[in-house]
């Protein structure tokens, strides 16, 4: 009792309880604030963490919300949205100024979401275990942050772009762009359960700046071969991926491409789409290919429905034949199942968009270079003819897979 009768029979204050018992209380208050009460809930976070791990289940890719405007010609749509650019204006070098900052590692960031870098370990796993051929290395990968257009001229022309990077690596861009919906993540609160990555951390209309993925960035390259020596004159190169590649095995692609590296860097030292596009060509098509990396036209940006990865893509043009590249030497020839030589017109390249399997960047690359090289009615009558046989999740990988 803090309040006790006296010898005189007058009631004192027990000062001494009164400080012992404050004390206490702090002692108490302090314990549970700093010791048990973070305990508890590091232990509830690990047991939903637990839990979701024992419950990893990739779902099925759901339907694009209408803020995804899929890319459509006709009767060819991808589940493929298109961020900047046009086949009547594309970009040359000098005008895409990069920023590059390589000390932002997305999983340092001091507000990377905890959970999801929790889980990235566990599905990298996933996905070395779907390719143990050695196909997944972990190389480190300039990641897109930021994409602004500038504003039109006085004369009323097109504003230049600005690239902004960070760093990731690929590891971590199969763990997030390529684990989308993969139930990973613990709900919030004391809710039980899981959700995707998707349904977790994608909102839409797309903000890139906000995003939490991976995002490396990739250059698609169709190649333009024009000879007299050649008949038709003017031809393209397609080429049929291997069936040793991580990423959409046998489906057909534009002529050449890849992730943006570290490695492909500009004279300024930093990394460069353009560069990019080139030396994959060279690499994947034909050590005789002589281009310069302002040789590519960057036609636009877009971001994947299925997986969210960004593409840069374009063409660029050569005097080599078909039958000389075809016939050349090439450096990564392993990644390629066979290169095929086709005519430059739009009958002939929607015709087999529509009859094979195709990777959908490419499609949007191949149907941008035909409306910046033909008229772009016959571009889209020749579309709106073609017989109705795919649908947009036809183009989806998993549909390759099954």
């Known amino acids: 009792m803090f309040l006790e009768i006296n010898m005189e029979g007058k009631m004192q204050i027990n000062w001494p309880e009164i400080l012992i018992g404050g004390i206490i209380g702090s002692v108490l208050t302090w314990l549970g604030d700093n010791v048990v009460a973070p305990r508890v809930r590091k232990w509830w976070k690990g047991w939903k963490q637990r839990l979701a791990l024992r419950h990893y289940r990739e779902q099925a890719t759901p339907m694009p919300p209408d803020a995804f405007q899929m890319y459509t010609l006709g009767n060819i749509q991808v589940p493929v949205m298109n961020l900047v650019g046009s086949p009547e204006t594309p970009f040359t070098l000098d005008e895409v100024h990069i920023e590059y900052r390589p000390t932002e590692m997305d999983l340092q960031q001091p507000d990377y979401p905890?959970?999801?870098?929790?889980?990235?370990?566990?599905?990298?796993?996933?996905?070395?275990?779907?390719?143990?051929?050695?196909?997944?290395?972990?190389?480190?990968?300039?990641?897109?942050?930021?994409?602004?257009?500038?504003?039109?001229?006085?004369?009323?022309?097109?504003?230049?772009?600005?690239?902004?990077?960070?760093l990731t690596t690929f590891c971590t861009f199969l763990a997030t762009n390529r684990s989308l919906d993969y139930a990973a993540i613990p709900k919030s609160g004391l809710t039980p359960g899981t959700q995707?990555?998707?349904?977790?951390?994608?909102?839409?209309?797309?903000?890139?700046?906000?995003?939490?993925?991976?995002?490396?960035?990739?250059?698609?390259?169709?190649?333009?071969?024009?000879?007299?020596?050649?008949?038709?004159?003017?031809?393209?190169?397609?080429?049929?991926?291997?069936?040793?590649?991580?990423?959409?095995?046998?489906?057909?692609?534009?002529?050449?491409?890849?992730?943006?590296s570290t490695a492909h860097c500009d004279a300024g030292g930093v990394p460069n789409p353009f560069v990019t596009a080139v030396v994959e060509a060279r690499e994947e098509l034909s050590h005789l290919l002589d281009l310069a990396s302002s040789d590519f036209n960057l036609l636009g940006i877009t971001v994947n429905w299925e997986d969210l990865d960004l593409n840069a893509y374009g063409y660029a043009e050569t005097g080599l034949t078909v039958q000389e590249i075809l016939g050349s030497f090439r450096r990564d020839d392993f990644e390629t199942g066979k290169l095929l030589g086709l005519p430059f017109n739009p009958e002939t390249l929607l015709a087999h968009i529509m009859d094979n399997k195709w990777e959908p960047v490419s499609v949007v690359t191949i149907c941008a270079v035909l409306l910046r090289f033909f008229p772009q009615q016959r571009v889209l009558e020749i579309a709106r003819r073609l017989p109705a046989r795919k649908k947009f999740w036809d183009y989806y990988e998993h549909s390759y897979e099954h």
């Open 196 to 260: 995707t990555i998707r349904e977790a951390f994608v909102r839409f209309p797309y903000q890139l700046g906000e995003s939490v993925l991976a995002n490396p960035l990739g250059a698609h390259m169709l190649l333009i071969s024009r000879s007299t020596l050649q008949n038709p004159h003017d031809q393209v190169i397609i080429r049929q991926r291997s069936s040793d590649v991580a990423l959409y095995k046998e489906a057909f692609q534009v002529s050449s491409s890849g992730f943006l």
């Open 114 to 166: 905890g959970d999801l870098k929790a889980a990235i370990p566990h599905l990298t796993q996933i996905h070395k275990q779907k390719h143990p051929s050695g196909t997944v290395v972990d190389n480190p990968l300039p990641r897109l942050i930021g994409l602004e257009q500038a504003g039109e001229t006085i004369d009323n022309k097109r504003g230049n772009l600005t690239l902004t990077f960070g």
